[in-house]
């Protein structure tokens, strides 16, 4: 037991070490906003890349656009709206929860859960047939 | 020598002709002669493939610029050693490098063969014959590596500037070979489906197979993830792209089948399901060509686009048909087993489990690679499917999947006693319970990330305590904890090289975790000679250097780095490399690794001789990601390692 004990201590430790030092870090709410939408706007003219892989000029202006509308204190909402109603919808890069898109969440939750019934149903079938 | 290519490639396309012909002839005949005259000429199709790939790469070789494949992705400037990579780099070469590793590994299949089942693979080999028939008349027709331009050219365009990289040495073989070779398994499925004898040696086959496919394709994948860390200069590794996905979700089924196949070694069940798997396998793999070879929806990988996108999915929908017919026509010869699944709680269960959640996210994932084409149908307006959709969607299941991965290895054959369970799972609860408090009270308080933390920690305690008690229970012999520790190891390979998978996967999620959550990263300018303190570090701007070569400008910018006392760590070189051929710059980031984090100094813009835009990150426990890689291999190797206690 205590070699047991020895070792998983030897692990923490060092896990927690690792960990320790790389959490550390305060982070402001503005610039959280900015990588947040930075990931989460699409470059319109570079295919499939998100602003924060692009370094075209377009998604480098849109970058420096970002930045100043927080400053003047915009919210997220508000900021991508904006470019939506230049770029259109594609610039957000996951599909809108509501209206017909919201199928793309609806979809995996209920085909989960089927999934995970028809699991539950068919090992409970197995198991009584066995006995 | 164009000439030659092609005419070997047309004897290639004729002899595979003969072959599947054959095979299946004589399978359904059970005529050895005709057999025997397919495998001949079988080999003999290999050969061509060879001969042919062989005299492409002479072409390049011999800088022959009339060829118009060599004329656009090669150039006389251009070092010999990256003809291995002009030879993929386009749609058609990288059709034949296809081809060429299906002729491998179906040689590779009937030589390496066990005895008795040699004679048995022939429709097996016929259905590969069909196959690799299938690719030389694509090559033959749509795609000719050896066509011939009229106009008389003294130099090419040169190789695409974004391959120059070591990882394009590895990354795009191994990933083309995986899903290549995913047609391994699927035609020895095919041929247990189709012997009437109900053999069960077809399985042993399948799952050596898979495991190696799964393995190429894993590190195609992972390699993959590298060169886009080391050189796309954006500071990521996985994007979500939809070539990236369609490489990921049949190695996510594949993931499946391997553990389901473990069901079938000890109790003979889920043969069915099994061949199911790998059919569903090899459909998606057909799908990720048909979406590489121009699908419908945009994907930065680029390279190999081509418009024969209808052709490939042609052929997909001609072989999904037939698996689904073979499936339904002939599961009868597939032996069912009498075991049964006994309990909830039992190893059958939790790996069916891991099946259905595994393939969930397969399927999850292929639902938002389709999702813009059906918004486009249903509502006509164009929308994008990125990553944070797949961040949301099948990061939490994934997750699910980790944490089944520390509970379904304790939990025993046919039944679990729930008391047992908790108490062997109790030291691993109450550690990590321990964990979970210290990483609040660091400051550790979102959600995802403090969930994922605590499943790795509880699942790596999980396989250390097995390990130990292992260990320990051969300490009697030697007093050597060390080799007490490898002979466990050894004792039982399938087992702990599935655990030192686990642990790669442990690592890997350790540094998507710390990455994708804790990253911090500036946008600034600097000057030379200027210091930037960033986290930890300082940065030191030495100089910028320029250098000329014939076919690109590299201008380099180094930098020394020290931590907050002033002590020297080490350098960083981040460059832009401008190929005017190209007109493309291609740019390099420069990394400080190490267990704890990464410092990432993207090169945005080279302002003047003393001033740039840099992007400084830094990437906590990115090191990890990279150290899966090997850690998995292993696992994979002693897996595979062949036992003489098996063919007892």
Redesign the interface.
């Given at each position: 037991m205590t070699y047991d004990k020895l070792s998983n201590i030897c692990f923490t430790v060092i896990l927690l070490f690792s960990i320790n030092a790389c959490f550390n870090s305060e982070i402001n709410p503005e610039e959280d906003l900015y990588i947040k939408l930075e990931k989460e706007i699409m470059c319109p003219v570079c295919d499939g890349q998100s602003l924060d892989q692009s370094q075209s000029l377009i998604a480098n202006n849109m970058k420096d656009t970002i930045k100043k509308q927080i400053q003047e204190g915009y919210n997220e909402e508000q900021i991508k709206s904006y470019f939506v109603k230049r770029y259109g919808e594609s610039v957000i890069a996951y599909p809108s929860v509501r209206g017909f898109n919201s199928l793309a969440y609806i979809i995996p939750v209920i085909s989960i859960i089927i999934g995970i019934i028809t699991l539950g149903l068919y090992i409970k079938k197995d198991k009584n047939s066995n006995e | 020598m164009n000439n030659f290519g092609f005419y070997i490639l047309i004897l290639g396309f004729i002899l595979s002709i003969y072959s599947s012909t054959l095979f299946i002839l004589g399978f359904y005949k059970e005529n050895r002669t005709m057999i025997l005259s397919a495998t001949t000429s079988y080999y003999l199709s290999i050969l061509m493939i060879f001969v042919s790939c062989f005299s492409l790469i002479t072409l390049f070789l011999s800088n022959d610029f009339s060829n118009i494949y060599v004329f656009n992705h090669s150039s006389l400037d251009m070092n010999k050693a990256l003809t291995f990579v002009a030879f993929y780099a386009g749609n058609e070469g990288s059709l034949l490098y296809i081809l060429l590793v299906h002729a491998i590994l179906s040689g590779s299949l009937l030589f390496f063969a066990p005895n008795e089942t040699k004679s048995k693979l022939a429709y097996s080999c016929g259905i590969l014959s069909l196959i690799s028939s299938f690719y030389i008349f694509v090559l033959l027709f749509f795609a000719n590596p050896f066509e011939v331009s009229e106009i008389i050219q003294s130099d090419g365009k040169g190789i695409n500037p974004l391959l120059r990289h070591p990882g394009m040495y590895i990354h795009p073989p191994l990933l083309m070979s995986g899903l290549a070779s995913i047609s391994i398994p699927f035609v020895i499925s095919q041929g247990a489906l189709f012997d009437s004898k109900k053999d069960n040696n077809w399985f042993s086959l399948l799952r050596i197979w898979s495991l190696i496919s799964w393995a190429l394709l894993g590190a195609g994948l992972l390699i993959g993830a590298w060169w886009a860390y080391t050189i796309?200069?954006?500071?990521?590794y996985w994007?979500w792209?939809?070539i990236e996905n369609v490489g990921l979700m049949p190695w996510l089924v594949l993931t499946a089948l391997i553990h389901s196949i473990m069901v079938e070694e000890r109790r003979g069940m889920f043969r069915l399901w099994n061949i199911i798997l790998v059919s569903l396998t090899f459909i998606l793999a057909l799908l990720g060509t048909f979406i590489n070879r121009g699908g419908p929806?945009?994907?930065?990988h680029?390279f190999a686009a081509s418009s024969l996108g209808f052709l490939f999915l042609g052929f997909m929908i001609v072989m999904t048909s037939y698996s689904l017919f073979t499936i339904i026509y002939k599961y009868k010869n597939i032996k069912g087993s009498k075991n049964?699944?006994?309990?909830?709680l039992s190893r059958e269960?939790s790996f069916?489990?891991n099946n259905?959640?595994l393939?969930?996210t397969s399927?999850?994932i292929l639902?938002?690679v389709l999702?813009?084409v059906?918004?486009i149908i249903?509502?006509g307006?164009?929308?994008?499917?990125?990553?944070?959709?797949f961040n949301?969607?099948a990061g939490p299941?994934l997750l699910s999947i980790i944490i089944l991965m520390g509970i379904g290895p304790i939990l025993s054959w046919r039944k679990t006693k729930f008391e047992s369970t908790i108490k062997s799972l109790l030291?691993s609860i109450i550690?990590s319970v321990?964990?979970f408090i210290?990483?609040i009270l660091?400051?550790?308080n979102k959600f995802f990330p403090i969930v994922s933390?605590c499943s790795i920690?509880f699942v790596?305690?999980i396989v250390?305590?097995e390990w130990?008690?292992g260990t320990?229970s051969r300490m009697n012999n030697s007093k050597n904890p060390f080799s007490a520790f490898i002979k466990m190891i050894i004792s039982n390979r399938g087992r702990n090289g599935g655990y030192i998978v686990h642990l790669a996967i442990l690592a890997l999620a350790f540094g998507v975790v710390?990455t994708k959550f804790?990253d911090?990263?500036i946008d600034t300018n600097i000057r030379v000679t200027e210091e930037i303190s960033f986290?930890n570090y300082n940065i030191y701007f030495e100089n910028i250097e320029q250098e000329i070569t014939s076919g690109n400008s590299i201008t380099k910018a180094k930098f020394s780095i020290y931590n907050t006392e002033k002590k020297f760590i080490g350098k960083i070189e981040a460059m832009h490399s401008y190929y005017p051929n190209y007109n493309q710059i291609s740019?390099r980031s420069g990394i400080l690794s190490n267990?704890?984090?990464d410092l990432y100094i993207i090169p945005?813009d080279f302002i003047d001789e003393t001033s740039m835009t840099i992007r400084i990150s830094v990437n906590?426990?990115a090191w990890w990601i990279w150290a899966s890689g090997p850690i998995l291999l292993i696992g994979t190797v002693i897996t595979l390692w062949p036992s003489k206690l098996r063919k007892d």
């Open positions: - | 796309l200069g954006w500071g990521g994007s792209d939809p929806v945009v994907s930065v680029s049964k699944i006994e309990s909830y269960s069916l489990l259905v959640l393939v969930l399927l999850i639902w938002g999702f813009p059906v918004s249903f509502t307006t164009e929308i994008s499917v990125s990553a944070p959709y949301k969607t299941i030291p550690i321990f964990f210290y990483l660091i400051g550790i933390l920690f790596l305690t250390v305590k130990i008690i320990r710390g804790y911090q990263r986290k740019v267990p704890i984090e945005k906590p426990l």
